[in-house]
């Protein structure tokens, strides 16, 4: 079990999440945090946020990360979802392509016939069908992902899914307590794709109150296959602390990023409102984050059989030389 943080949880509130903030300084912000997941500084970071969440998916779900549909049930304006999708997709191509060959064709080889026919199947397409010549097929190795939200951002995500086939969102409302039945059909292994929904929690979990967050995990449970917490930051000094180097980065990297806005300069530099509310969130941020058993206790008392359903989670620096990725993937055992 993991050791408990000497800072206990405090739900409080953040200032990105209050109605009197201004929409425009909210998408500011936003596109800050969306900046966190995916921009990759050498030498202080081995690869984006983003690309490190393709990788530990990839890493822990295994043969299986080819099964699910991925549905990001809090996507926001966007965040890190469409980079995840293309880094995971780009992974599994490159995995898919590298696969060798089974069994060596029939013909001449260094000036010897090859004794196997050309309708001799390998043993691996004998063994597994969905495999030819020892390379498994693309269209069943690519997955999609769905952008989805309570409060839809359909702009950013249109734009955001015309930059690859397999990104889709749903423009209507959706509550990720109580998903919608059509988008679960959809998506379901009963429906059209034959794969499983894995559900997406990308720096959105810590948001919930317990009791949200007992029908979210409920809901997930009765509905899908698995689940996935990411979190950049948690109750430890060290998390506090990387709250404060990304105000510093913004800082830095600022002009970089953003030199086509002077309006948003101004707001980062003369005024810094961006940066104190990046700052000032992340260590609230931090306060609400829950550790994996955390977790597991609102999962084991959510009201629904999760006796077929195993809990995993670990950390992945992605900014020195304190920033950690935190991670809980939960999957039904027969997954």
């Not at 449970?221 to 948690?234: K, N």
């Not at 602390?241 to 980062?268: E, K, M, N, Q």
């Not at 700052?279 to 931090?286: K, M, N, P």
């Not at 304190?322 to 999957?331: Q, S």
Request: overall charge neutral; hydrophobic content about 45%; aromatic content about 12%.
């Amino acid at each position: 079990m993991a050791t408990t943080p000497w800072i206990p949880r405090l739900h409080l509130w953040e200032i990105d999440d209050q109605p009197w903030f201004p929409s425009f300084l909210r998408a500011y912000v936003q596109t800050g945090l969306m900046h966190a997941w995916t921009v990759h500084i050498p030498v202080l970071q081995p690869s984006s946020a983003a690309t490190i969440v393709a990788e530990t998916l990839r890493r822990v779900l295994g043969e299986r990360v080819s099964r699910h549909t991925y549905i990001d049930f809090c996507a926001g304006a966007g965040g890190p979802t469409p980079f995840i999708e293309r880094a995971l997709n780009a992974q599994l191509e490159r995995a898919s392509t590298t696969t060798t060959r089974a069994v060596v064709p029939a013909g001449v080889v260094n000036g010897e016939r090859n004794a196997a026919s050309e309708s001799t199947p390998s043993y691996a397409a004998v063994a597994n069908p969905e495999t030819e010549s020892g390379t498994i097929r693309e269209e069943r190795v690519a997955v999609d992902f769905v952008l989805t939200d309570l409060h839809p951002h359909v702009e950013a995500w249109a734009a955001a899914a015309k930059k690859s086939d397999r990104l889709t969102y749903v423009a209507q409302p959706v509550d990720a307590a109580r998903a919608p039945a059509d988008l679960l059909r959809k998506y379901s292994r009963k429906g059209g794709n034959g794969k499983g929904i894995f559900r997406l929690f990308n720096l959105a979990f810590h948001h919930f109150d317990d009791g949200l967050a007992r029908s979210i995990l409920k809901n997930t449970v009765e509905t899908s296959d698995g689940f996935g917490i990411f979190e950049l930051q948690d109750r430890t000094p060290t998390g506090l602390l990387t709250c404060f180097a990304f105000g510093f980065f913004i800082f830095l990297i600022a002009p970089l990023l953003y030199w086509w806005s002077p309006l948003r300069l101004f707001w980062i530099y003369v005024i810094p409102v961006v940066p104190f509310v990046l700052v000032f969130d992340g260590l609230i941020s931090c306060l609400r984050t829950r550790t994996a058993d955390e977790v597991e206790a609102l999962l084991r008392t959510c009201g629904a059989d999760t006796n077929d359903w195993e809990i995993q989670s670990g950390k992945d620096r992605f900014l020195w030389p304190c920033g950690y990725l935190n991670w809980i993937i939960c999957t039904k055992k027969t997954t």
